[in-house]
C-alpha cells in the first residue's frame, strides 16, 4: 500500500512541486478517477 501511494500521490505531487507548479500556500485536490488518483492543480482545486 506503501509503494502504491508513493507512486500514485506522493510522486506526482512531488513533480509538480519541483516543477514550481505547486507553491508553498497553494490548495490542490487529490481526487480518485477509475483505477488511479488525480492530483489537480491549485486552478482545478480553487475553481469549485
Do not use: C, W
Amino acid at each position: 500500500m506503501k509503494s502504491y501511494l508513493m507512486q500514485t500521490v506522493e510522486n506526482p505531487l512531488a513533480d509538480k512541486i519541483l516543477h514550481k507548479e505547486i507553491v508553498s500556500g497553494d490548495a490542490i485536490r487529490l481526487t480518485a478517477e477509475k483505477d488511479s488518483f488525480v492530483v489537480r492543480d491549485k486552478a482545478a482545486a480553487t475553481s469549485h
